[in-house]
Nanobody, 115 residues
């Protein structure tokens, strides 16, 4: 298995929180960066957040201040803590494993935020 595996999606009310997990296929210290993208119905896939092997995080403006990306080097897992969720955050969330050669995408996990 080379693709990362996501978990933690679900249904939540607006204003609520969810934490997504992404299990990398190998040590995340050997991976250039891990990230999250999302795709809402009828829309293009878009960047959400990323974190480098050095621990530098980057966020899309529309999630800044609400979402936090973090990593657990021991368990080779990256997390996306999502707070103050809005209906427009509803999407399939994909984890990315970015290496020097290519990018591996997970299968995605559904996040649905009800109003």
């Amino acid at each position: 298995q080379v693709q990362p595996v996501e978990s933690g999606g679900g249904l939540v009310q607006a204003g609520g929180s969810l934490r997504l997990s992404c299990a990398a296929s190998r040590s995340i210290l050997s991976i250039n960066a891990m990230g999250w993208h999302r795709q809402a119905p009828g829309k293009q896939r878009e960047f959400v957040a990323s974190i480098t092997s050095a621990g530098s995080a980057n966020y899309a403006d529309y999630v800044k201040g609400r979402f936090t990306i973090s990593r657990d080097n021991f368990n080779n897992t990256v997390y996306l803590q999502m707070n103050s969720l809005k209906p427009e955050d509803t999407a399939v969330y994909y984890c990315l494993q970015i290496t020097a050669v290519t990018t591996y995408w997970g299968q995605g996990t559904q996040v649905t935020v009800s109003s």
